[in-house]
């Protein structure tokens, strides 16, 4: 069974930057998508990219457009955040989620953040940005 561990996060100054990691193991093989989602004290969890594997296609929140870049190393099963001009509003655990092989669900996917389509989640790592 496929596991995902989130690695990257720290704390930087407003403006800096970061890159998160979340290996796969043991292989993003039967993985169809992988998304990278965070949450704040207080705050309903919000999905801010995903990556369609096969295709290398990528969906952002607009929260996050123009300032991070989702990507993926198929020969390290890994897929990447990049996040440049970091804000304090991006301050959160981030975790990633995988959609791994073909399973059903209760109701039609409203989108690529809907946490639903996704079977695999990670411990999340902590992102904190200051002022």
């Known amino acids: 069974q496929e596991q995902l561990v989130e690695s990257g996060g720290g704390s930087v100054q407003t403006g800096g930057s970061l890159r998160l990691s979340c290996a796969v193991s043991p292989s993003t093989y039967r993985t169809k998508f992988l998304a990278w989602f965070r949450q704040a004290p207080g705050k309903e969890r919000e999905g801010v990219a995903r990556i369609t594997l096969s295709g290398g296609t990528a969906d952002y929140a607009d929260s996050v457009k123009g300032r991070f870049t989702i990507s993926q190393d198929s020969a390290k099963n890994t897929v990447y955040l990049q996040m440049d001009s970091l804000k304090p509003d991006d301050t959160a655990m981030y975790y990633c989620?995988?959609?791994?092989?073909?399973?059903?669900?209760?109701?039609?996917?409203?989108?690529?953040?809907?946490?639903?389509?996704?079977?695999?989640w990670g411990q999340g790592t902590q992102v904190t940005i200051s002022a």
């Open positions: 989620a995988a959609a791994v092989g073909t399973f059903g669900v209760l109701r039609p996917v409203s989108g690529p953040f809907d946490p639903i389509q996704y079977n695999r």
